[in-house]
């Protein structure tokens, strides 16, 4: 006796394919996008070759200047061009390196920056939550401020992501020592880490590896 029509078993054949056409295809353009990634180490090229160690690093100009949004939004911000040129309208103003920055500006238009560091649309991060429970800037970008070009430091991976979910008091921080790039775990990390963990109120290691974590 034939439980299922034959339409319904033609259904049921095309929508396998069709799951099966939509996995391969998620794979194949997940493949291209870490192909199309930044490799780790290697300088990115801007139209501007800004430089992270002279501004702030020989300079001092702290991150939040710039990425004034970092500790309260998900996003750490570009600075507007305005930013920039609260500094070079005074400071090399005819600099032949720094003219897209002018011309940009003069026509209230923006930089057209090369992404160092980029999530898939389907990742969900927020800076701001990182920095409020003890996870410092360089923890994922390295030492930024010695960086002539910046580079990509971290693969952010989702399996990278999920070593730090699964152990975050191996990097936890005080926050006082957010924004040091020379931080580096202390030899009683583990103590410091347990000791964070309940300052900062995290979520259990069950909460922050579930998916909807970072995939709402």
């Known amino acids: 006796m034939q439980v299922f029509s034959p339409g319904t078993v033609l259904a049921l054949k095309l929508g396998a394919l069709g799951a099966l056409a939509v996995i ?3 794979l194949f353009l997940w493949r291209r996008y870490i192909e199309l990634q930044p490799a780790i180490g290697d300088p990115v090229a801007q139209v501007v070759p800004f430089s992270h160690k002279h501004h ?6 702290a991150c939040r200047y710039c990425h004034s949004s970092v500790g309260r939004a998900a996003f750490a911000g570009i600075p507007p061009l305005s930013t920039c040129m609260t500094c070079h309208s005074q400071l ?3 600099a ?8 940009a500006f003069a026509g209230g238009r923006p930089l057209r920056w090369s992404r160092v560091n980029e999530l898939p649309d389907f990742v969900y991060f927020d800076h701001s939550i990182h920095i409020a429970k003890g996870i410092g ?6 030492e930024v ?7 990509r430091q971290a693969p ?3 399996q990278w992501c999920l070593a730090c979910h699964r152990n975050p008091e191996s990097q936890l921080r005080p926050q006082s020592q957010i924004f040091n790039m ?12 347990q000791r964070l963990r309940l300052l900062y109120h995290l979520h259990s290691t069950d909460v922050l590896t579930a998916c909807s974590t970072c995939h709402h």
């Open 182 to 193: 020379r931080w580096k775990p202390p030899a009683n990390q583990r103590e410091l880490g």
């Open 145 to 151: 401020d010695r960086m002539p070009l910046t580079e």
């Open 96 to 103: 032949p390196v720094l003219a897209p920055l002018r011309t």
């Open 137 to 142: 800037c360089s923890s994922c970008h390295g």
């Open 156 to 158: 952010l991976s989702m």
């Open 92 to 94: 090399f103003k005819t």
């Open 24 to 26: 391969v295809a998620s």
């Open 56 to 61: 702030a690093g020989d300079d001092g100009i």
